[in-house]
């Protein structure tokens, strides 16, 4: 097991009616600003529960953060905070919310270009306290330190993170998904199985307990899907897929390991080239990247197949990995996912030439062995 070091400081509330317990979070001289998507909370009440819960506070709205949050849109919620004087930003909506207010909250308090967090990596010395109501299970933002950002103008997604962006606090009510559409829900699953994915499908440096944490997530994922596609307002399932997504990238089952984290850099290209949802790109590359890199990951996708997926332990490892393949590409096209770029329309050799051409400009190597080069993106692509 590698060294690490891990400190959340993230408060997790996770249940039923569990929204009104934001006016015992927040200390009440804070200045707030509410930050949301499309209004699908406006229509489900989660807005309306969150406003009774800060009734007697001051604060103000900003609303319109994209499913992919745009660096354009949330440049103009920065100038509002730095405007208004907002010292606490409340995060009502998916991760691409929470995501978004990240990036708010950190580029609110940056002294320089706030692109540079993105481009450049550049350290973020300070950052804006942030909360969250947490609606759509997928990018565990709820309780990490990470956020992804478009901008139109370059047609670019890049990522960044800070521990001064950890959430103070996150609300988990599974009851806030029952009126989430299928794709979304379906979207959402896929960002977990393909997170858990990326810390674990890499090579064994001896992190038993992790792997186990890991492949019992992906477990529960394959059982509790289609319970939820069944039944949308199975509470017991919701709250399952729910704290499957949260514990999916919250780094316990990262501490020690390798990670890879190729199938959503490439994918995040697929998504700003082409406009698709970040569950359809992850659906579509991991399967092709794990054939093309089935060599390097061949250990522990084989013992996935056997652990996971029942595999005869005593079948050739080659084959053994085969059947993990095989078997994650069934269970996507099971709740309904497509894993073919020409299942969208798409030219898999366009994409891939684009793909290899964006590496290329910016020297990106990918991988858990730094070995997925633009020329090995570019095969990834193509067979996708």
Known sequence: MNNFEFKCPTKIIFGADTISKIKEEIPHDKKILITY???????????????EALNGFDYSEFGGIEPNPKYETLMEAVNMVKEGGYNFLLAVGGGSVLDGTKFIAAASKFDGEPWDILSK????????????????????????????????STKEKLAFASEKVYPKFSIIDPKTTYTLPEKQTVNGIVDTFTHVMEQYATYDVNTPLQDQWALGIIKTLLEEGPKVLKDPQNYDARANIFWCATCGLNYWISLGAVQDWSTHMIGHELT????????????????????????????KLAKM?????????????????????????????????????????????????????????????????GNITPDIAYEIVLNA
């Open 37 to 51: 998507g499309g209004g699908s909370i406006r229509k489900n009440g989660v807005l309306k529960q969150v406003k």
């Open 305 to 369: 197949a056997i652990e996971v997926f029942g595999a005869n332990e005593f079948l050739p490892k080659s084959l053994l990995a085969d059947i993990a393949i095989k078997k994650t590409e069934k269970f996507f096209n099971k709740i309904g996912r497509k894993t073919k770029l020409k299942e969208y329309g798409i030219n898999s050799k366009e994409a891939a030439v684009e793909v290899k051409k964006r590496f290329s400009q910016r020297g990106t190597v990918l991988g858990e062995k």
């Open 121 to 152: 990596g550049a350290t973020i010395h300070e950052a804006i306290d942030i909360a969250d109501v947490i609606t759509l299970p997928a990018t565990g933002s709820e309780m990490n330190c990470a956020a992804v950002i478009s901008r139109n």
């Open 272 to 299: 700003a080239f082409y406009g698709l949802d970040h569950g359809e790109t992850l659906a579509i590359i991991l399967p092709s990247l794990w054939h093309v890199m089935k060599k390097d990951k061949m250990d």
